[in-house]
């Protein structure tokens, strides 16, 4: 079972960046997926789910309104769209697939992180 993530980058405070999570090895359907971002010195945190089959998303509050998550159940990949970026978003991105949950220790599998870099 393999997540890649991918789309990370630098971008200006304002811009705009779509992370993707590219799962392989079984479907996920049943699975909650998420994407977490780390701060260096920070612990890992929820930034958004999505429920795989019912397509519900569930959102932190500091990303409302900013970041969009969805999926494509025909390329097995989850997309984190996020815009109005800030400098405190700057962290290493990763998804997850999991059980469903705002902690980190409920899930299984994770990709490898994408750097996400927004200047001022």
């Known amino acids: 079972v393999q997540l890649q993530a991918s789309g990370g980058g630098l971008v200006q405070a304002g811009g705009s960046l779509r992370l993707s999570c590219a799962a392989s090895g079984r479907t996920f359907s049943g699975y909650f997926m998420g994407w977490f971002r780390q701060a260096p010195g920070k612990e890992r945190e929820f930034v958004a789910g999505i429920n795989w089959s019912a397509g519900s998303t569930y959102y932190a509050d500091s990303v409302k309104g900013r970041f969009t998550i969805s999926r494509d159940n025909a390329k097995n990949t989850v997309y984190l769209q996020m815009n109005s970026l800030k400098p405190e978003d700057t962290a290493v991105y990763y998804c997850?697939?999991?059980?469903?949950?705002?902690?980190?220790?409920?899930?299984?599998?994770w990709g490898q992180g994408t750097q996400v870099t927004v200047s001022s």
């Open positions: 997850a697939a999991g059980l469903g949950s705002s902690a980190p220790g409920a899930y299984s599998y």
